[in-house]
């Protein structure tokens, strides 16, 4: 079992980063879409909930 989720996590691991992987802009472009989809989900959970819940 844990070797299974062992080979699984090698898997998913990036093995050659591209070269435009360490430029900030690519960076900062990634962590605003990140920022921007978890606005959007805790936004959506306020929508549905409302802030008293």
Do not use: C, D, H, K
């Amino acid at each position: 079992m844990v070797s299974e989720l062992s080979s699984f996590a090698r898997s998913l691991y990036i093995e050659n980063v591209p070269s435009y992987g360490n430029s900030f802009w690519f960076q900062l472009g990634f962590y605003i879409i990140a920022l921007g989809l978890l606005l959007g989900l805790t936004g959506g959970i306020m929508l549905l909930f409302g802030p008293y819940w």
